[in-house]
């Protein structure tokens, strides 16, 4: 069974190239859109990737029905294998008829946390993941269905994932919205190009394990794949505490550069950084400790138990330093470096792997296992030196994708005189010749949006401030963005009884009714705590 589980492992990895490359590129754009305050484009880009999604994936489940024997074949059995073969296509059959499954899962996922619903995204995933434990310990242990049950056990604790995720499209407070747009091929293939160079690691895994599962099944038999399959099974838990984490900055990344927020940028990685880096640690000790357990808990016979052990002790060991890795690239993704991301994939899940692996082979199926220490380690140095000679050459050619002197970012406290903010303000706007009508609303924007969050949103609180980014754009306009840490409160809102309540209040909108009035464009949004107005001059 163990076998046959590892053969089928690039059927998943085909399913992640494009699910998992639709809905992080789909969600990255989604989130930059929110952050640039166009809401509308972004339900609109939501719903071009969702439709394609599924169109995609009812294709896939169809075709590969169609041509189960052959994908068999490719993937190292046949019919001669006997029960290992039978036990494969069994599992297979049904794997692939789920394909919709899988991609509205991460469809769902992936967006509801970019939608500002962490809580319930999380909750869906802990879920649907809990409910397959139990049910394949019921499917394969109790009633001993064998791959099937494994398989249906998956499938369940999808479907059921999807379920906790849908009814969030339907709330009043949130943003995406189900509708039927006309297919946009170029969005589409845009949003797939960004989240391909995170999915792409698993086109270099689907070749790698094709290579390394023949490799091994013929140099060390079933076992040394049996135990190949434990370290693979591990390593998605190790490697989720990084994905995790990076799922957790991704958004907030992608908020910040919509936002052209570099420090926040910079602020939000270091710290996400410093947790993975810590929780992934003690994780890769506690699995390290127990890795002998652990082994026979996934069925290791007691020959393979002492190679199992020493296999995934080593492992442990490549992922303190693979982790680093996984989170860069969720932040180059965020700030639309596809390429750093692209690399950084190749090198860990493909090039660099593959080289080592056959090497190590040379002297011994016992040495293969230091492939994986080997390649976190090499494949990090290459990439950061790749990086270095990159940021040497924009040097060298003074190339910048956006002048950040135009950019400036001020943070007031709550009880600070938040006139020094409209002065630098002002005289930012004079720097780069904004027209006296720009100045003024400028000022008028600031002055009203700081008054009104103080008064209204941190009237009970201690320790509220508020972050503001003024952008000159190359186009002449000017673009403000307002982040305050007070209780969620939208200030554009007239009817709420908090402004309107008494006659003083009611002379404190009519600035906002005049901001409102005037800007070319105005979208707030509640988002990780925090309320965000963005202002187009």
Request: proline share 2%.
């Amino acid at each position: 069974g163990l076998a046959a589980l590892g053969l089928l492992a690039p059927v998943y990895m085909i399913f992640n190239v494009f699910d998992l490359g639709m809905a992080i590129g789909g969600s990255v754009h989604y989130t930059k859109l929110l952050g640039e305050g166009k809401a509308k484009e972004g339900v609109g880009s939501f719903n071009q990737m969702l439709q394609a999604s599924l169109f995609l994936s009812l294709l896939m489940a169809i075709f590969g029905r169609l041509f189960l024997p052959q994908i068999m074949m490719i993937l190292g059995t046949n019919p001669s294998d006997g029960v290992l073969y039978e036990a494969a296509r069994s599992y297979a059959g049904i794997l692939i008829l789920a394909a919709p499954l899988f991609f509205l899962n991460f469809m769902l996922y992936f967006y509801v946390r970019c939608d500002d619903n962490q809580k319930l995204a999380s909750v869906g995933l802990i879920i649907g993941n809990v409910v397959d434990i139990l049910l394949n310990f019921i499917f394969v242990i109790i009633l001993n269905k064998g791959v099937e049950g494994a398989v249906f056990a998956t499938v369940i604790g999808k479907a059921l994932a999807i379920c906790i995720y849908l009814p969030h499209l339907f709330f009043k407070s949130t943003i995406i919205r189900l509708k039927y747009v006309k297919p946009n091929i170029k969005l589409i293939w845009n949003n797939f190009k960004n989240g391909f160079s995170t999915s792409s690691q698993y086109i270099f895994q689907f070749l790698l394990f094709l290579i390394i599962n023949n490799l091994l099944i013929r140099l060390g038999g079933e076992n040394t794949l049996a135990i190949f399959n434990v370290v693979i099974n591990v390593s998605y838990v190790l490697i989720a505490l990084y994905d995790g984490m990076g799922s957790i900055i991704q958004p907030l990344v992608g908020t910040f550069y919509g936002e052209k927020n570099k420090k926040a940028e910079i602020f939000t990685l270091i710290l996400g950084l410093k947790w993975g880096i810590a929780l992934g640690t003690l994780m890769a000790l506690l699995i390290g400790i127990f890795a002998g357990p652990i082994g026979t808990t996934f069925g290791l016979n007691v020959e393979s138990l002492t190679i199992g052990t020493k296999a995934l002790r080593l492992y442990c060991i490549s992922t303190i330093i693979g982790g680093i890795s996984v989170m860069m690239s969720y932040y180059y993704q965020a700030v639309g470096e596809g390429k750093l991301v692209f690399l950084i994939n190749f090198l860990r899940t493909f090039a660099v792997y593959l080289t080592f692996g056959l090497l190590f082979c040379t002297f011994g199926i016992k040495f293969f296992w230091w492939t994986f220490p080997a390649t976190e380690a090499v494949s990090l140095i290459l990439w950061l030196l790749w990086k270095s000679y990159q940021n040497k050459r924009k040097c060298d050619h003074l190339e910048s994708m956006f002048d950040e002197s135009r950019i400036l970012c001020k943070t007031v406290e709550k009880n600070e005189d938040f006139s020094r903010l409209t002065a630098e303000a002002q005289e930012f706007c004079n720097k780069w010749s904004a027209s006296f009508s720009q100045r003024y609303y400028v000022n008028l924007t600031v002055e009203e949006l700081c008054q009104a969050i103080i008064l209204n949103g941190f009237a009970s609180m201690e320790g509220g401030y508020i972050e503001l980014t003024l952008i000159a754009n190359e186009d002449n306009s000017f673009e403000l963005h307002i982040r305050d840490n007070a209780t969620e409160l939208n200030l554009f809102d007239l009817h709420t009884k908090k402004i309107n309540r008494d006659n003083e209040e009611g002379l404190d909108s009519i600035g906002l009714l005049m901001v409102k009035n005037r800007a070319k464009e105005i979208f707030y949004r509640r988002y990780q705590g925090f309320n965000t107005i963005t202002v187009k001059v």
